[in-house]
């Protein structure tokens, strides 16, 4: 099985910043992508940002320029750092991955609680 471990969630106050990290974990043949979505109160999930293999990333428009994702191969880790952090980024965030496992699949975190409040 695989396992994605989240950590660095918590309360920031606006213009703060927070780094969020994931760890996956288990019978991994190789990581196509890996990325951090969220969903705040009464909206559907969104993608937040992506990494691939490749270190090629995407970014959703709303955080371009404030957050920077990064992954870490050998370890099999992706990071999120968030700054300028604005009420509106407040929401659980998933960490996800499309792994080669047993099958081809993606996988998801318990997801980390982000809130930006003064």
């Known amino acids: 099985q695989v396992q994605l471990v989240e950590s660095g969630g918590g309360l920031v106050q606006p213009g703060g910043s927070l780094r969020l990290s994931c760890a996956a974990s288990?019978?991994?043949?190789?990581?196509?992508?890996m990325g951090w979505y969220r969903q705040a109160p009464g909206k559907q999930r969104e993608l937040v940002a992506v990494i691939t293999s490749s270190n090629d990333t995407n970014y959703a428009d709303s955080v371009k320029g404030r957050f920077t994702i990064s992954s870490d191969n050998a370890k099999n880790t992706v990071s999120l750092q968030m700054n300028s952090l604005k009420a509106e980024d407040t929401a659980v965030y998933y960490c996800?991955?499309?792994?080669?496992?047993?099958?081809?699949?993606?996988?998801w975190g318990q997801g980390t609680q982000v809130t930006v409040s003064s």
């Open positions: 996800n991955a499309h792994i080669t496992s047993y099958y081809v699949r993606n996988y």
């Open positions: 288990g019978r991994i043949v190789s990581i196509n992508s």
